[in-house]
């Protein structure tokens, strides 16, 4: 019974935003009717069959990580904001000094979710581009020059936090800072 009251909760909330996104017009409300049952079946479609019992708790236990994400929102919309502008100044500005370099972060969350959401808010730090690489991050910068690590040890234990998972101990470093650096050449 509750797995029936769980997949109509989920139908009812995707068919609720899919009018909102809509603007409520009734030509739309069969068509969303349908995305909205596809999206509320799938996590019963992507379960794992041998974790079935945690599947079920899994509806409950979103609820505070979504709650805690949300304080994440004002991070977001200044990183955004922050690294829109030194982009664009690094653009229009051609003496602002661009050092771009790749280099890798060593993970300390558990795979899942943690690193993506994690790589998505590094990309918004100014100047950067980040993907996740097995267990470590793979960081792309415009300023070789400035010190990441300090704000990328603190955005992963945010992300951490906001998952409710514990941050695995930090094995060798990559280097003496836990970084491996690849500067890149510039086009002169």
Known sequence: MSQLVGLLGRFALFWGIWWLLTDGRADGLVLGAGFAAAAALMPRVIADPQQAPAAAAAPRALLPTVLRGLLLLPFFLWQSLYGGVDVALRALKPRMP??????????RLPPGPAPVMLASL??????????????RLRVHVLDATRDYLDELQLLEA???????????????????????QQELEQDA
Do not use: C, E, H, N
Request: proline share 11%; no cysteine; net charge positive.
């Open 158 to 180: 945010q992300v951490a936090w906001i998952y409710a998972v514990a941050l695995q101990p930090t094995p060798t470093p990559l280097s003496a800072q836990g970084l491996w």
């Open 122 to 135: 590094v990309s918004l730090m100014p100047g950067t581009l980040a993907m996740v690489s097995g267990a």
């Open 98 to 107: 661009l050092k771009p370099a790749v280099f890798d972060y060593r993970l």
